[in-house]
């Protein structure tokens, strides 16, 4: 969906860098969240932010940290990158008022080496 | 707590026959429940979501799904497989009582159409 931006598309960095993904949203919704997708696993939440004052830690959130800069703009970080932090990373964005629907970016594919 | 489960990892279908992908579900109060696709290198796109009302529930590219209270399945048809439907498919399930209203989706299952 093209309403749902992440920058880089692809990233290789090596164990102990420090890494940023980011996310942009021109759909106007309050609510993003940050997934990692590995295979047979589908979709772990990572962390969520309801407005810019809110965020919250997912089921996975240890390794990771997020910024919510803007309501368009939701940030994650790897402080220190592990190779099992290897994965596909997906933003994503929800209105309430459409019954949860969830909107996806293209995905980030991050490879620790 | 909310789950949601894809027994099959892969369903194999001949063109023009009709699909099914399975999903069962597990969730306190009455629950929000979707289905996504994604196509290779692709971010999950939205197909169809039952919330409330008729339990046939209709949507994008010909799929519908039917609400199962009694069996709590929420399962993904399409009258006439495409070899265009390849793809991976994911079953979702929120509701209004779930902390924060976040979603939970299952592992996939990825369809295979044979011309």
Redesign the interface.
């Given at each position: 969906d093209a309403d749902v931006t992440q920058t880089p598309r692809n990233r290789i960095t090596k164990t102990g860098k420090r890494i940023m993904l980011e996310c942009s949203q021109t759909k106007g919704h309050d609510r993003m969240y940050w997934y990692r997708q590995d295979p047979g696993l589908g979709l772990r939440l990572i962390y969520y932010s309801f407005d810019v004052k809110d965020i919250n830690k997912g089921e996975i959130s240890d390794g990771y940290s997020v910024s919510r800069q803007a309501q368009a703009k939701f940030s994650l970080s790897l402080e220190s990158a592990i190779p099992n932090q290897t994965a596909l990373y997906f933003c994503a964005t929800s209105d309430p008022r459409g019954g949860g629907t969830q909107y996806f970016g293209p995905g980030t594919r991050l490879t620790v080496l | 707590a909310q789950s949601v489960a894809q027994p099959e990892?892969q369903v194999n279908v001949a063109e023009g026959n009709p699909l099914t992908v399975k999903c069962t579900y597990s969730v306190s109060g009455n629950p929000?429940l979707?289905w996504?696709v994604q196509y290779p290198?692709?971010?999950?796109?939205?197909l169809l979501?039952y919330?409330t009302g008729d339990n046939l529930v209709k949507g994008s590219y010909g799929f519908e799904a039917e609400f199962n209270k009694s069996q709590t399945s929420f399962h993904l048809k399409k009258p006439s497989a495409l070899v265009s439907d390849s793809a991976l498919y994911?079953c979702a399930v929120?509701s209004l009582y779930s902390s924060?209203?976040?979603?939970i989706?299952?592992?996939?299952t990825r369809l295979s159409i044979r011309p």
């Open positions: - | 990892d929000y979707f996504y290198n692709r971010g999950l796109q939205f979501k919330i994911f929120s924060a209203s976040k979603i989706f299952g592992s996939g």
